[in-house]
């Protein structure tokens, strides 16, 4: 295909009127997709409906050491369940705690904490600063930045690459300010944009010298498994801080969100076993257990790290095939065009598409009139402001294979629609 600024304004007029009346055939359709967050498909969690078998009224509900998982305590979690997931995550038993559901709620207690009380070696609380900083990589993960927004956190984006963020910006950044007090990392098939960190980018990253004593690395390793296309390996970030002198300073989450059921997972944080007793002595104030039957049954059902990466290979499956349609309408219909472009990930649950400045918020603006609900434009940056009003997060999980088609098509058109307007446009 020819690029559209190639195009005479009389071929980009008439490209703009058949570009219209595809986009009112859409509409006609009356369409309902809602692709705005990164949720397993019905296919999906079919994979783990003998779960629910797992446990019966007829069950041992004992714990390998005896425990009554129907009963109140292990405040850090059954020791079968810290042994399969401290080896999912790379850590010990005693560098681990399982939590809740979902890692999201532990992660913000978890700085909600350091606001009303600090971490392990602070001066003072967070909140007792005028101001306090966290170190954001764009484009990143929204819920991350709406945590960090409620809670008066400033943001400073910096940028990410294929490597990881920049990290000698962040070098820079951290060395002379003490307020800055953080960092979010979604290190392997980060969202949205689907990279891993380098072995160079963890390293640096362990070996960061921040001026605040008590700066956290928040490492959201939400996709530790999960490959699409191809299986690339992380480096163990606690084992790299422990090796560069300064093992409190990682905080590793993770959970079974994308795995079986997102709304009855399990979930877990890694840590140094310092700051696993330092955060126990916290939790201990706030719970007395967590849901110990529905952690049995996850270790029964997944009983070790094979058991889960055979799991994920099936969802790789399904998700490939979605991914696929995405990447393959995108090379079609907009390939050539110069209307913006897009990333091939190896694996996660996104792609993003990258749009010509200025166009993002039209682009999803006009799906949403026919129908395909996408993530806001601006989500994958603080604030909800992306400077160019360029990425666009695409989740292709949730929707049925002929309704992914549709959406994506749907898509194309808008893209393409808005593409033409902005050349239609008076200089």
């Keep these: 295909m020819a690029a559209y600024r190639q195009f005479s304004r009389e071929e980009l007029t008439n490209e703009h009127t058949a570009l219209q009346q595809e986009f009112i055939n859409w509409k006609t359709k009356e369409l309902h997709l809602n692709m705005a967050r990164g949720k397993p498909g019905s296919d999906q969690l079919a994979l783990s409906m003998a779960m629910l078998d797992v446990l019966n009224s007829t069950s041992d509900c004992h714990a390998e050491s005896g425990f009554d998982c129907r009963n109140y305590g292990e405040l850090a979690g059954i020791p079968e369940a810290r042994e399969l997931f401290g080896a999912y995550m790379g850590v010990s038993t005693d560098e681990i705690i399982m939590t809740g559901p979902r890692s999201t709620p532990f992660i913000y207690d978890c700085i909600a904490r350091a606001m009303l009380k600090g971490v392990l070696g602070s001066e003072k609380p967070w909140c007792k600063y005028d101001e306090i900083k966290f170190i954001c990589p764009v484009p990143g993960y929204d819920r991350h930045f709406a945590m960090c927004e409620f809670l008066g956190i400033k943001m400073i984006p910096v940028s990410l690459n294929e490597w990881g963020p920049d990290i000698g910006r962040i070098e820079q950044l951290i060395a002379e300010d003490e307020t800055i007090k953080g960092i979010w990392c979604v290190p392997k098939y980060s969202n949205p944009l689907g990279i891993v960190y380098s072995d160079e980018?963890?390293?640096?990253?362990?070996?960061?010298?921040?001026?605040?004593?008590?700066?956290?690395?928040?490492?959201?390793?939400?996709?530790?498994?999960?490959?699409?296309?191809?299986?690339?390996?992380?480096?163990?970030?606690?084992?790299?801080?422990?090796?560069?002198?300064?093992?409190?300073?990682?905080?590793?989450?993770?959970?079974?969100?994308?795995?079986?059921?997102?709304?009855?997972?399990?979930?877990?944080?890694?840590?140094?076993?310092?700051?696993?007793?330092?955060?126990?002595?916290?939790?201990?104030?706030?719970?007395?257990?967590?849901?110990?039957?529905?952690?049995?049954?996850?270790?029964?059902?997944?009983?070790?790290?094979?058991?889960?990466?055979?799991?994920?290979?099936?969802?790789?499956?399904?998700?490939r095939g979605k991914f696929d349609i995405v990447l393959n309408t995108f090379e079609r219909e907009l390939g050539g065009r110069a209307v913006g472009g897009w990333v091939k990930p190896d694996g996660g649950y996104f792609i993003t598409y990258m749009a010509e400045p200025g166009c993002a918020k039209r682009i999803v603006a006009i799906c949403k009139e026919a129908g395909v609900v996408l993530t806001d434009a601006g989500a994958t940056h603080p604030y909800g402001n992306d400077p160019k009003d360029s990425y666009i997060r695409i989740a292709p999980s949730l929707p049925e294979r002929d309704e992914l088609v549709a959406a994506m098509e749907i898509f194309c058109v808008a893209a393409r629609l808005v593409a033409v307007e902005k050349l239609l446009k008076p200089v």
């Design 201 to 319: 980018t963890v390293r640096r990253l362990a070996g960061l010298k921040p001026a605040a004593k008590d700066f956290r690395i928040f490492w959201d390793n939400a996709y530790a498994m999960h490959a699409v296309y191809r299986d690339i390996p992380l480096l163990n970030i606690l084992e790299e801080c422990k090796q560069a002198g300064s093992p409190n300073m990682v905080y590793m989450f993770g959970s079974t969100s994308k795995m079986v059921f997102p709304g009855s997972g399990v979930s877990f944080f890694g840590a140094s076993a310092e700051n696993i007793r330092f955060t126990l002595e916290q939790v201990n104030i706030e719970t007395s257990s967590w849901d110990n039957l529905n952690t049995l049954r996850h270790v029964r059902y997944l009983r070790d790290v094979g058991g889960i990466r055979s799991l994920m290979e099936k969802h790789a499956a399904i998700l």
